[in-house]
């Protein structure tokens, strides 16, 4: 039987596009699979689009099908195997963006665009705090530590690495693109900014950060694409059948749009790259200090 899941991970959305790829490959419709293995159309469908896990007796009957050789048979139930592991968000499921997190925490590469607030992967525990007081003041507490729990884990799943971590060494490059006003629009006291500032400074003085930052002046000109579209994320992986993910993320959950549309990542990436182009270098110092905010 399919298991269900709470929400797919890379590894299984890897493992469905094999799967696809296969059945293409071996020249059958989802509907000669379906007729094969004696099910409906929309159950191979799910396998594919990471929908839901077939088991592995049903994974044999399709490598049969897809007359996969001998050799690589291993290879794809080994790869079932990681498809049906939750995800490491599972603990925080309940105020986890399943979707972005995943994403971001699989990917080698993202690149940001952030104009209102600094993006998640930057924020220190204070001043997502008060981020979450101003966006949620009556949320419950509860609620609030496991969303500060999960950051935490998310930055060290994805930027950090530390060492004898399962992903020590695998880091992703973040390289953000901030507007100086992102820096100087107040969150919290100003001691909440001050250290908020430093930690910023700690990346950008450290020449084996996986972060790479730099700070748009204030007038200059913008493509019009990055002007308008808020905070955005385009993310890149190593997988097979991964292609680059272009994220907008909204004021709530509900209104973050994930899409892997060729032409959407492509304008957008060109936009990031001429904008920052108009910004000072990696390793260029904050244009304020944590005394600009008494």
């Excluded at 790829?21 to 159950?43: C, P, S």
């Excluded at 200059?220 to 997988?239: M, N, Q, T, Y």
Aim: proline content about 8%; charged content about 25%.
């Amino acid at each position: 039987m399919s298991q269900p899941r709470s929400g797919p991970t890379v590894a299984l959305r890897c493992f469905g596009a094999d799967l696809r790829r296969r059945r293409e490959a071996a020249g059958m419709t989802l509907q000669g699979v379906a007729d094969a293995i004696k099910k409906d159309r929309a159950t191979p469908a799910r396998w594919e689009n990471a929908e839901t896990v077939p088991n592995p007796r049903m994974v044999a009957v399709l490598l049969d099908l897809y007359r996969t050789p001998v050799a690589e048979r291993g290879d794809v139930l080994h790869a079932l195997e990681e498809a049906k592991k939750p995800g490491w968000w599972h603990p925080w499921r309940e105020v986890a963006e399943v979707g972005v997190i995943d994403l971001e925490s699989a990917a080698t590469g993202i690149r940001s665009y952030a104009p209102g607030v600094l993006p998640d992967l930057l924020q220190t525990t204070e001043y997502a705090e008060a981020l979450m007081s101003l966006r949620n003041p009556y949320e419950d507490p509860a609620v609030r530590r496991l969303r500060l729990e999960l950051l935490e884990a998310r930055k060290e799943h994805t930027i950090e690495g530390k060492p004898g971590t399962p992903n020590d060494g695998d880091r992703a490059g973040l390289w953000v693109l901030l507007e100086e006003a992102t820096l100087r629009r107040r969150v919290g006291g100003s001691g909440v900014m001050a250290r908020q500032l430093d930690y910023l400074e700690g990346h950008i003085a450290d020449v084996g950060s996986s972060v790479a930052i730099q700070v748009i002046p204030p007038g200059v000109p913008h493509p019009l694409a990055i002007s308008l579209c808020g905070h955005i994320e385009i993310l890149r992986f190593k997988e097979f059948g991964m292609g680059e993910r272009l994220i907008q993320i909204g004021l709530h959950p509900a209104m973050t749009l994930i899409t892997d549309d060729s032409d959407a990542v492509e304008n957008y990436r060109m936009a990031v790259d001429v904008t920052s182009g108009y910004a000072p270098p990696r390793f260029t110092p904050l244009p304020l200090t944590k005394k600009d905010f008494g």
